[in-house]
């Protein structure tokens, strides 16, 4: 079943163990089954302290479970928490519908957006170690080949029930991630080296990241209002205020109880921000789930080990009212709106102050006998004014910090 001709007919089911805020998980729980190509016709929950080994949920709510799906001609049923084969294979055989969990649904949208190749890697990465445990009692599951949420992305057929078949693809898609995160890890050290500024854009999927790439510089990257409208880390250069040049990189956006496997696949792309000169991240200012969001985004930077880097935050979204949420003042935070491209000016200008200096702005006389100073600017950095007097080479430039020092005998405080 394509998601975007015809839509299924899903039910949500979550176990209320008071681990997390069950209504808020269920409202994203909605939003993913949505951008999977879903609609939700039901919703049930039971508080129970802790999850049936084998039916997840009791006795009586999987008996309502079962009529709420042939009444609501449901075609899919989706827990909001991850499941063993043994707790979807009961669950489907006494309900007759389709059983995936929170985690297979994430999956699912990961496969169908991937875009290049190493994104469509960690994908099929992820996948594999997902089904892997799951292969006992999972082989209708497997070699499913209809469409639908849930069997989207590698791995449908029934070859691949085959647990050293499985083992050996996760092996081989281990080895080639490593030469890509090997190519990835020289790309990062040929920037240090060329000192070229980085800003590594990260947070909440669906806070505007892609939209606010697109709009400072013309990006062309996919961005809806939906969960993961994009994936797959895109790259693009700005000039700045100051007249220095940032490399601003979109990363993949996060969520509340990313799949571990997920976050393991993602670990190179995420890594993006653990290099860069300064962490950009963004926040719906109009979400009730900021505090939230942003908690899942810290601790996954921390993880990360970014805590030295330069951070600041950007609320966005202020063209829908004032911030509903509060930020605490130790960061620089600034307030914009991507969609309208107000808030732009005060953002680039945090940007400026917060990047490690590589280059400064300078008027300077060059004497003539001094002319190769000039080239080695021009090499270097930008060359703005370059006139010639009596004095020598009158000359305005962004200047490398490598070359400041040579350049300050010559430099001229007030305008000639």
């Known amino acids: 079943m394509n998601a975007e001709t015809k839509k299924t007919n899903v039910i949500l089911a979550a176990v209320d163990t008071g681990e997390y805020d069950i209504e808020s998980s269920i409202a994203e729980l909605e939003e993913l089954t949505k951008t999977a190509g879903g ?13 049936d080994p084998g039916w997840c949920m009791g006795a009586g709510r999987l008996e309502e479970l ?24 009961n669950i489907e055989e006494l309900t007759d519908v389709r059983v995936i969990d929170r985690t297979m649904l994430i999956l699912d949208i990961f496969a169908a957006r991937a875009r290049t190749s190493e994104g469509k890697l960690q994908v099929e990465l992820a996948l594999q170690k997902y089904r892997l445990p799951r292969l006992t009692g999972m082989g209708v599951e497997l070699s499913r080949l209809g469409g639908g949420i849930g069997t989207r992305g590698p791995g449908e057929t029934k070859l691949e029930t085959d647990r050293r078949h499985i083992k050996r693809r996760i092996n081989m898609l281990e080895d080639e991630l490593r030469l890509l995160e090997e190519r990835r890890m020289r790309m990062r050290q040929r920037r240090k080296k060329d ?9 909440y999927t669906n806070v505007g990241k892609s939209t ?35 490399m601003l990189i979109d990363t993949v956006g996060l969520i509340r109880r990313l ?18 000169d300064l962490i950009i991240e963004i926040i719906d200012s109009s979400s009730p789930e900021a505090p939230e969001q942003i908690k899942v ?3 996954l930077l921390e993880e990360l080990g970014c805590e030295n880097i330069p951070h600041m935050y950007v609320l966005n979204k202020c063209d829908k009212g004032e911030p509903a949420v509060t930020l605490p003042s130790d960061l620089p935070q600034v307030k914009i709106s991507a969609l309208n491209k107000t808030g732009f000016d005060r953002l ?14 300078m008027k300077l006389v060059i004497p003539y006998d001094q002319s190769g100073l000039l080239s080695k600017i021009r090499s270097l950095g930008k060359v703005y004014l370059e006139e010639y007097s009596e004095n020598g080479i ?13 350049c300050e005998e010559f430099e001229i405080k007030n305008d000639i």
């Not at 680039?348 to 702005?361: D, G």
């Open 39 to 51: 609609i939700v016709v039901g919703v049930i929950t039971q508080k129970r302290p802790a999850c």
């Open 66 to 89: 079962s009529e709420m799906c042939i009444n609501l001609n449901a075609e899919l049923i989706v827990f909001d928490h991850e499941l063993s084969a043994t707790q979807i294979r």
């Open 195 to 203: 000192s070229v500024l980085t800003a590594a854009i990260v947070g």
């Open 212 to 246: 606010l790439l697109n709009a400072l510089t013309e990006a062309g990257v996919l961005a809806e209002n939906k969960l993961f409208a994009t994936l797959d880390t895109t790259s693009r250069s700005i000039e700045l205020p100051d007249g220095r040049s940032v």
């Open 259 to 276: 799949p571990h496997s997920l976050v393991e696949a993602f670990k190179s792309t995420l890594e993006e921000a653990a290099s860069a």
């Open 297 to 299: 985004t810290h601790d």
């Open 348 to 361: 680039l200008s945090v940007v400026c102050e917060l990047l490690p200096e590589t280059a400064k702005r």
């Open 394 to 406: 009158l000359t305005e430039a962004l200047v490398d910090v490598r070359l400041q020092k040579m």
